[in-house]
């Protein structure tokens, strides 16, 4: 194993959740062994493989499992079942202040958290102006830490994780706390430790910065591994659940075959729509079919829209329809199938979602619409933000 891997194998962490603080103790001492406990997974069969030199950052909602996760990950946590193999030194920026004496200064603090990371005395000597630099807290390093405010806090732990030469580096949602200037410090000495091969275990609310900063990220949701990939990608999966939660999208009838009904109100239906995948990249090919029945045997100028909206349904993103296009479609009874095609889908990330209409009479008498039929998401690597793609230039003055 390389210094800096990660290996998590059907890892889950399983907590007893007890109404009351009592119901514990009558399960410790219960003869029968009845239970007075729920089972709760924190986190569930997670299967992982991080490489030395990668940056992962990990979603989710609050609760989720992320810093369980990173927990088990520095061993401060033990699995119920599975495996987890670290090989290298590992700094971890956890909550506020563990790993932290309250009563010793911060220079004590420096010192102890370097012999838990397996330093010795001198060879952290060599480190503390460093330390103390990034730090920039003045006086406050020779007081106990106790008396720190959370920002002075969160730079004591980050100065000492990042200037020890870890093998891994662990996260969790540490930068929040500091200010911009102290924010974009961080991130400079960890670009650092990312081009100098650490492995970087990021959790942040400011899902940007994990675009911005990520090779590859993991999104957990209630305790389970549901995507891992490329970051940006990732992110916007994640940003637009976050967005719009998961909908159901109503898919239409899909008769087999055509059928004359014997009474029907209708001139023509839409009996089924179908797109060519539901997750695209950005300049990829998207197809949307429409098979539609024609009942009645004098239609004259059928027409066929294919709508997108964004999935809250603010945003109308794009409505065409064969009329305006000046295309004619089939019209005579019987089954019919019309293919919408977008060669180069311009749209950035997001979820958005097809309505399907046919009308005759110029588009004003409506035969048949469904909303919601189909639905997709674009998510791409990062390369622009926004919704749409317009083509662009940029001219640099003197
Ligand atoms: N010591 C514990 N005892 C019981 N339940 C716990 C314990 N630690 C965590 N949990 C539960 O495990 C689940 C995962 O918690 P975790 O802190 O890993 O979530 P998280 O994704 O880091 O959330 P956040 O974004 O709020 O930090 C939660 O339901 C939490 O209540």
């Known amino acids: 194993m390389d210094k800096g891997t990660i290996e998590v194998r059907d890892l889950s962490k399983v907590y007893h959740l007890y109404n009351k603080p009592s119901d514990r103790i009558r399960e410790t001492f219960s003869i029968r062994k009845k239970k007075y406990s729920k089972e709760h997974y924190a986190l569930k069969n997670i299967n992982l493989k991080i490489n030395k030199g990668e940056s992962i950052g990990i979603v989710g909602t609050n609760g989720s499992g992320k810093s369980t996760l990173l927990k088990l990950v520095t061993g401060v946590v033990t699995p119920t079942t599975g495996t987890i193999k670290t090989d290298g030194k590992i700094a971890a920026l956890l909550e506020l202040g563990a790993g932290f004496n309250p009563e010793y200064t911060g220079i004590e603090n420096i010192y102890l958290n370097g ?27 020779n007081q106990p830490v106790k008396s720190y405010s959370s ?90 659940f976050m967005k719009y939660g998961e909908k159901k999208i109503e898919k239409v009838n899909n008769e087999d075959e055509f059928r004359l009904p014997e009474n029907s109100d209708y001139l023509a239906v839409i009996q ?66 019309v293919k919408y095609i977008v060669p180069e889908l311009m749209l950035m990330g997001g979820d958005y979602t097809v309505d399907v209409g046919i009308f005759n009479s110029g588009g004003i008498v409506n035969l048949d619409y469904k909303n919601n039929c189909e639905g997709f998401s674009v998510a791409n690597e990062y390369f622009s933000e926004g919704m749409f793609y317009l083509k662009h230039e940029w001219q640099i003055g003197e």
């Open 115 to 141: 012999t838990m990371m397996g330093y010795t005395e001198e060879e952290m000597k060599k480190r503390v102006p460093d330390i103390i630099e990034f730090a920039d807290i003045g006086e406050f390093i």
């Open 151 to 240: 920002g002075m806090f969160a730079r004591l732990a980050f100065a000492v994780s990042i200037n020890v030469e870890p093998d891994i580096l662990i996260v969790d949602e540490a930068l929040s706390v500091g200010d911009t200037r102290f924010q974009v410090k961080c991130i400079d000495k960890m670009r650092e430790l990312q081009e100098s091969g650490t492995t970087i275990l990021f959790v942040t609310h400011a899902i940007e910065q994990i675009k911005r900063f990520c090779t590859r990220a993991i999104w957990i949701k209630n305790g389970e591994l549901i995507e891992d990939g490329e970051a940006s990608q990732v992110v916007d999966l994640y940003d637009n």
């Open 272 to 337: 089924k729509v179908s797109i060519n995948k539901n997750m695209f990249k950005t300049f990829e090919k998207l197809e949307v079919e429409v098979t539609y029945d024609v009942y009645d045997n004098h239609m004259e100028d059928l027409q066929v829209g294919v709508a997108f909206y964004s999935l809250d349904r603010k945003i109308y993103v794009f409505g065409p329809n064969t009329n305006l296009d000046k295309i004619s479609v089939p019209q005579k009874q019987g089954r019919h199938v």
